[in-house]
């Protein structure tokens, strides 16, 4: 009867390892996305900011004057 006891034992501890080791997974996956957002959100702020600053100087006139 011990051993029937230290098999359900074993099997039960295989279970919570395995179940400890789906919620780190879990864990991991969703800080990757997050930090993935986060580098796309500052990509998308970076390309705006290049953006507006083309645009500014085409709207004060300081691009593509011609002197004659």
Known sequence: MRA???V???LMGQ????????AAA???SRRRVEQQDVEL????HEAATAA????GHEAD???GLRRG
């Open 61 to 63: 006139g300081t691009r």
């Open 26 to 28: 879990t864990r991991l």
């Open 15 to 22: 279970e919570r390892a395995l179940s400890n080791a789906r």
């Open 4 to 6: 029937i006891n230290d």
């Open 41 to 44: 959100y500052f990509a998308d």
């Open 8 to 10: 359900v034992r074993a």
């Open 52 to 55: 507006d600053a083309v645009d």
